[in-house]
């Protein structure tokens, strides 16, 4: 039963190709929980993306579904891309539907939790004791830097040789809007921000460093250190548990945040948010999605590890919805599932008999329904 008082949260769910269409199916049924004990009112609206809107109009993303976007409180995002439309040109591929959402969206920050569950501290390539019980947040600066600034490109020199060049730029409101995402966070956390960047050979680094020193003065709560990026990954490799956020760039985040996920073992359990601004009526544009692709090589087997996703909407809870106390549950439903050895095929140890995207998500409705009693 919902309570009437309840607000009513309106979801645009993008399912996209492959495995996105089955483990977003998974985590409606997770949400459906939450909304049939009265925790949440979710008003869900389905819309395509990838290759599946390309199928239908000819295009990765209309310029509707980036107006429902616009219009949800969140969007929730499965995956996209496959064979079938890699023969397309760049601006019809699956891939540009999403970043075009990005874009239009204008979710600048990018959440990067690593998160080991215990029960899966053996999965990782890394020695258990480094990585039992890490618990870090990169925090990803989206939509600057090399990847987007101007003058980049190919030109040929009068010498015959080709010279192809990209620009790294970070002007001030970049990095502070970047760095209050990461001291605010901090705050939710354990209360330190480590700033990633090259200030020793770069000036945006230099820059970079400088405002968020600054910066740090609104937090005096917040304990801030700094760290070159090469040295970074080197620590997140050698000590990962040091760091509660990690705040950095574009390019350092890309590789970074990829080079911490993979001190959790498998894709199948990794989430991600991305936000934009607040604006004065406190609403903030929000995606979540796992950071898997959409698997064709698994994609209509029902084998799917739902994990990524149904943490996602965990993401979604505490951050979009200020439910954390529900995202809490959630999260310790999965710990709780694992740990009584319930596994997909990815994370199957030997001996284990693997279930089905279906069925992890179920463990997980049934564990809730136990913790919530
Ligand atoms: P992928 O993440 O789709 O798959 C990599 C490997 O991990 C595969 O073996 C896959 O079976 C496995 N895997 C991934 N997610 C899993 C899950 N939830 N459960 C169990 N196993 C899982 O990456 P890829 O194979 O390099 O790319 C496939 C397609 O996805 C490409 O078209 C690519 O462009 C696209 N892609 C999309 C996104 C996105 O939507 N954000 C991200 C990465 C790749």
């Known amino acids: 039963m919902t309570a009437s008082n309840t607000p009513v949260r309106n979801i645009l769910a993008l399912a996209g190709d492959g495995i996105g269409q089955e483990v977003m199916a998974a985590t409606r049924k997770v949400m459906e929980w939450f909304q049939a004990q009265g925790r949440a009112r979710f008003n869900v609206t389905e819309g395509l993306v990838g290759g ?180 970074c990954a080197m620590q997140l490799v050698r000590n990962p548990k040091q760091f509660d956020v990690i705040v950095t760039d574009n390019l350092f985040g890309d590789l970074l945040s990829d080079l911490a996920s993979m001190c959790t073992g498998s894709l199948g359990m990794l989430q991600s948010a991305s936000l934009g601004a607040k604006g004065a009526d406190g609403r903030q544009a929000a995606l979540y999605e796992p950071i898997h692709g959409s698997a064709p090589d698994i994609a209509g087997k029902g084998i799917a590890n739902p994990l990524a996703m149904i943490l996602s909407l965990s993401m979604m809870l505490r951050y979009s919805f200020d439910m954390g106390a529900d995202a809490d549950l959630l999260e310790r439903a999965v710990q709780n599932v694992l740990s009584a050895g319930v596994r997909t095929g990815d994370i199957a140890e030997p001996g284990q008999t693997p279930v089905g995207t279906q069925a992890m998500a179920d463990a997980v409705i049934a564990e809730l329904g136990k913790l919530a009693r």
């Open 52 to 231: 599946a809107s390309y199928d239908v109009h000819g295009t990765p993303l209309t310029d509707a579904t980036v107006k429902q976007a616009l219009a949800a409180d969140a969007v929730l995002f499965g995956a996209i891309g496959g064979p079938k439309w890699e023969q397309l040109a760049y601006d019809l591929r699956p891939e540009r539907g999403l970043l075009r959402l990005r874009k239009e969206m204008g979710v600048f920050a990018n959440l990067r939790p690593a998160m080991v569950f215990d029960a899966l501290a053996g999965a990782s390539t890394l020695k258990t004791e480094v990585v039992k019980g890490l618990d870090i947040m990169i925090v990803r600066e989206l939509l600057g830097g090399v990847y987007f600034n101007e003058p980049r490109g190919v030109e040929t020199l009068p010498n015959g040789e080709r010279r192809g060049y990209n620009t790294q730029t970070y002007s001030t409101h970049e990095i502070l809007r970047i760095g209050r995402v990461a001291f605010e966070l901090a705050r939710k956390r354990s209360k330190r921000v480590c700033s990633v960047e090259k200030s020793n050979v770069m000036e945006s680094g230099l820059v970079w460093r400088e405002e968020i020193t600054k910066l740090k003065a609104e937090y005096p709560d917040v304990e801030l250190s700094h760290m070159y990026a090469d040295n």
